[in-house]
């Protein structure tokens, strides 16, 4: 096992009813900004709204409700702007990991004293400050209300950087699986695939004598490859819902990752086909997970066999049919919460995707656990995603 720190300070608070919590965990003393995004329609049709409303009905409240899927800079400096007019002293973001994001980058430029408030992901200057916020998470998928990383997209230059920082934390998260129940199957099914791929880019690297880590991975994707089908057959199942929300919320709450190495490569490419071309996050990394599993087999090729054995029950083939019967199934199990895999579904081809191809080799970028996929690597992949 790896050296390692680990540390979380963030209160989760989970269930029916919690939150009514937010009058007690929200500062009575400070200006709220709540954030949420354009698209959030449906938890306020569920009644979520007026919820937090009435918990913070001795609050003093603006809103900024623009913030969209992959979060723009622009966007953001807005809320920025207006949390700076309002004196805003605390920030409550409601809505999913795009939302969450974002409010942690305002949370931070608002206190940046230098120029371009750009720069504290594309430079990953130094974070001094953030105000403080808290977060209701109504979209389970990407962990952001348990982490402590943002990513953030700049539509004038086609760019989408992440960066953590330990500032960023929120003070708490509130999780009611109740929230969940009218989102779009489009956005349920995203949100299992960035749950799964979060939990294989920390899992699928190479064996460093981590039973435990390995197995709290392996519980997960079981757990999402068993509830899938059920929150389809059906959407208000609240102890489906109850289980999607936790697995989103340890896929990467940075617990598995710790003593291990990561790979992240699904993400890295996967972020430049959402600056370029718009494509959803979750959708993104659904054409490339399985693409980068059979270009790297060779190295991944001792854990793709325990993952094919322990996860998808995979027995009594050699090894090379195993990996393959691996990858499929990978591949099929995205397919069937409505998430599409290849380039072509979205009207796309390899050729298309080489502005992403020189931009990694602008940068120079290695990806992956052992900085083997540069450029070159990643022209190849996207071919394998056709």
Known sequence: MLNFAYYNPVRVVFGKGTIAELAHLVPVDK?????????????????????????????????????????????????????????????LAVGGGSVSDGTKFIAAAIRYEGEDPWDLVAERVPIRSAVPHGCVMTLPATSSEVNSGMVISRESTNEKFGRSDPHLFAQFAILDPETTYSLPERQVGNGIVDTFVHVMEQYMTYDVNAPLQDRQAEAILLTLIEEAPKVKANPRDYNVRANLMWCASQGLNDLLRCGVPGDWSSHAIGHELTAFFGLDHGRTLAILCPAVLRHQRQWKGEKLVQYARRVWGIHGLGDEATIDAAIAKTEAFFQSVGV???????????????????????????????????????????????
């Not at 001795?58 to 004196?87: L, W």
């Not at 050729?351 to 900085?371: A, I």
């Open 31 to 91: 200006r709220i900004m709540m954030t949420y995004g354009a698209g959030a329609m449906s938890w306020m049709r569920d009644g979520v709204y007026d919820q937090i409303m009435d918990a913070l009905k001795e609050h003093s409240v603006v809103e900024f409700g623009d913030i969209e899927p992959n979060p723009r800079y622009e966007t953001c400096m807005e809320g920025v702007q207006k949390a700076k007019r309002e004196a805003v002293g605390f920030l």
């Open 340 to 386: 599409p895999t290849r380039l072509r579904d979205y009207d796309l081809t390899p050729s298309d995707c080489q502005v992403v191809v020189e931009r990694f080799r602008q940068r120079g970028t290695r990806l992956g656990e052992r900085g083997a996929i540069g450029a070159h690597e990643i022209e190849e992949i996207l071919a394998l995603c056709a």
